[in-house]
């Protein structure tokens, strides 16, 4: 079965510490990989996306992720944290050739402290 | 521009009844998406629907969802006999045309349902 895992559901960090989120992936093929934010009532919102090419992708509010494709991962990443990153992640995965569908993971709740 | 729309924010419904439930794609997008956030099951897929194709349902977890799509635009997911377990948020979400399929999807603000 496909599937994606974020394997903490929280994590903690200091305001100008780095952070991480992790997430892995269990999907055939070459999928294109996502990672959305959702702040408290509101949607989800576009962070950055892996389509094909650099490793290292970058995207809004300077968060950057990684695609290590010999670990099927796809780890969430800010140099810096600031108090109002603290919101919850999604990692998605969008199979190839299965229409457009994501498969979310279960999400990540990132608290950053002052 | 305006993003994708929801309408209602929320609904409170007596178990049994039916709901319809509304999404304004963002204007020119073609592709359009509905999930469903809850506690239990995390975001999960239910339909999605490409210009003038056949929708795919795989997704919709019972016979008493549906959906469809008007004029390739707006979008109406029926949820029939509610049951308490449908009560979660309800997210439509709406992607550009593109055969490449790398376009993100964006996001509507969710209908919060209520099954009492």
């Known amino acids: 079965a496909q599937s994606v895992a974020q394997p903490e559901d929280q994590v903690n960090v200091a305001e100008g510490n780095p952070l991480t989120v992790k997430c892995t992936y269990s999907?055939?093929?070459?999928?294109?990989l996502f990672w959305y934010v959702q702040y408290p009532n509101r949607g989800l919102q576009f962070l950055l996306k892996y389509i094909t090419g650099d490793n290292l992708v970058k995207g809004s509010y300077g968060f950057e992720a990684e695609f290590n494709k010999s670990q099927t991962s796809f780890h969430l990443k800010k140099p810096s944290a600031l108090v109002s990153d603290s919101a919850l992640y999604f990692c998605?995965?969008?199979?190839?050739?299965?229409?457009?569908?994501?498969?979310f993971g279960q999400g990540t709740e990132l608290s950053v402290k002052p | 521009g305006a993003g994708v729309s929801q309408s209602p924010s929320n609904k409170v419904t007596e178990k049994g009844k039916d709901v319809e439930l509304r999404c304004d794609p963002i204007s020119g997008h073609t592709a359009l998406y509905w999930y469903r956030q809850s506690l239990g099951q995390g975001l999960e897929f239910l339909i999605y629907f490409q210009g003038n194709s056949a929708p795919d349902k795989s997704g919709l977890p019972s016979d008493r969802f549906s959906a469809e799509r008007t004029g390739g635009s707006v979008s109406t997911l029926t949820i029939q006999r509610t049951q308490q377990e449908d009560s979660a948020v309800y997210l439509c979400a709406s992607s550009p045309a593109g055969t490449s399929g790398s376009y993100e999807q964006y996001f509507g603000p969710g209908t919060r349902l209520t099954v009492t």
């Open positions: 999907v055939s093929g070459n999928p294109y």
């Open positions: 998605a995965v969008r199979p190839i050739n299965q229409g457009g569908k994501l498969i």
